[in-house]
């Protein structure tokens, strides 16, 4: 049997703690990532990846703060340009011309825009 030379062990142990160090900081979670939104005059609703779902209750201008009963420490804000024209007619079931920004614990933004058909890539099925 073939035995390794001492500065290639030397090496090799050297590297063992920046290898094990490595794969613990990797291992650790990372802020879940909010999935998709929605948005009402009264209410904002967001889905994480996780499944978890997020409201929070809304004016018709818009707003920003804190999601109250989440399990995920994410803020809002949510920029209203215009309500939809046909929001008299079919009320919330249409969303308003908006720019919903998702903001996570360590400070990563997300940016929707309402309807979802302004949104890049978008396509019906």
């Known amino acids: 049997m073939r035995r390794i030379s001492r500065p290639l062990r030397a090496a090799a142990l050297a590297l063992l703690p920046a290898l094990v160090l490595g794969t613990a900081l990797s291992a650790a979670p990372w802020p879940v990532r909010a999935d998709r939104i929605g948005l009402t005059s ?6 994480f990846a996780d499944g978890a779902v997020c409201r929070a209750a809304m004016q018709v201008e818009g707003g920003q703060g804190m999601f ?3 399990p995920h420490p994410a803020r809002f804000d949510v920029r209203i ?3 939809s024209f046909l929001a008299p007619v079919f009320g919330d079931l249409v969303a308003p011309l908006a720019t919903v920004t998702v903001i996570s614990a360590d400070g990563r933004t997300q940016e929707f825009l309402t309807p979802e058909s ?3 890539g978008w396509k019906r099925d």
Do not use: E, G, S
């Open 68 to 70: 109250t009963d989440c």
């Open 42 to 47: 009264q209410k904002l609703t967001v889905w």
């Open 118 to 120: 302004r949104m890049p």
């Open 81 to 83: 340009q215009r309500q």
